[in-house]
């Protein structure tokens, strides 16, 4: 399985970003894809899931009403779409691949079998 993250860059506050995981190899619909990222002198963390194959979504409070994860199965990509983008929104975002069937495990890394490599998403103030 791969995963190939795109669309970082640099955005004022209050600007829009859209990013792009494109999955391939031995994957599926069923899979759950997340977004996570990592600032600079802090733990990874959790931002957003797509569960499975259902329509079930999963946010972090802090992006909560800002951001919106979508999935376009026949082209076997998610996007991400950050509006409202904060200062603190800055970091390196991952995406990656869950095969757990269990919703509230999704908000760990550990849930994750396989990442890709990440885009730095900046927002200047």
């Known amino acids: 399985v791969q995963l190939q993250a795109s669309g970082g860059g640099l955005v004022q506050a209050g600007g829009s970003l859209r990013l792009s995981c494109e999955v391939s190899g031995r994957t599926s619909s069923s899979d759950t894809i997340g977004w996570f990222r990592q600032a600079p002198g802090k733990e990874r963390e959790f931002v957003s899931a797509?569960?499975?194959?259902?329509?079930?979504?999963v946010y972090a409070d802090a992006v909560k009403g800002r951001f919106t994860i979508s999935r376009d199965n026949a082209k076997n990509t998610v996007y991400l779409q950050m509006n409202s983008l904060k200062p603190e929104d800055t970091a390196v975002y991952y995406c990656a691949r869950s095969v757990s069937v269990i919703l509230s495990t999704l908000r760990f890394a550990r849930a994750y079998d396989y990442w890709g490599q990440g885009t730095q998403v900046t927002v200047s103030s």
């Open positions: 797509t569960f499975r194959s259902t329509s079930v979504t």
